[in-house]
Nanobody, 122 residues
Framework: QVQLAESGGGLVQAGGSLRLSCAAS????????MGWFRQAPGKEREFVAA???????YYVDSMADRFTISRDNIKNSVYLQMNSLKPEDTAVYYC????????????????WGQGTQVTVSS
């Protein structure tokens, strides 16, 4: 069992940056692949980035040049650095954990946080 809690969201102007954090409690955090997803109003939840338990990184192509995912297995945390934010990045951002090596499909993630709101003003 893994409990996840996101933080770091907020209101930022276009072109600004935010760093999201996700703190995990429970056992064996280092054995999970961790992902970030986002969901805008009226839209489906979409994959943003993931870092596997062995450190491989995966991004949606459209965000790969602006977003960076990282993890700290000592602190049981995963991070999403977001730069050059755009109004279309406005969404609730979720972190999630899976035992799979890598997947971009939400149903294949077993544990989810409550989400943190990111709002980018133009």
């Amino acid at each position: 069992q893994v409990q996840l809690a996101e933080s770091g969201g907020g209101l930022v102007q276009a072109g600004g940056s935010l760093r999201l954090s996700c703190a995990a409690s429970g056992r064996a955090f280092s054995t999970y692949t961790m992902g970030w997803f986002r969901q805008a109003p009226g839209k489906e939840r979409e994959f943003v980035a993931a870092v596997s338990w062995n450190g491989n990184l995966y991004y949606v192509d459209s965000m790969a040049d602006r977003f960076t995912i990282s993890r700290d297995n000592i602190k049981n945390s995963v991070y999403l650095q977001m730069n050059s934010l755009k109004p279309e990045d406005t969404a609730v951002y979720y972190c999630a954990a899976t035992r799979r090596l890598i997947t971009m499909t939400p149903p294949e993630y077993n544990y989810w946080g409550q989400g943190t709101q990111v709002t980018v003003s133009s």
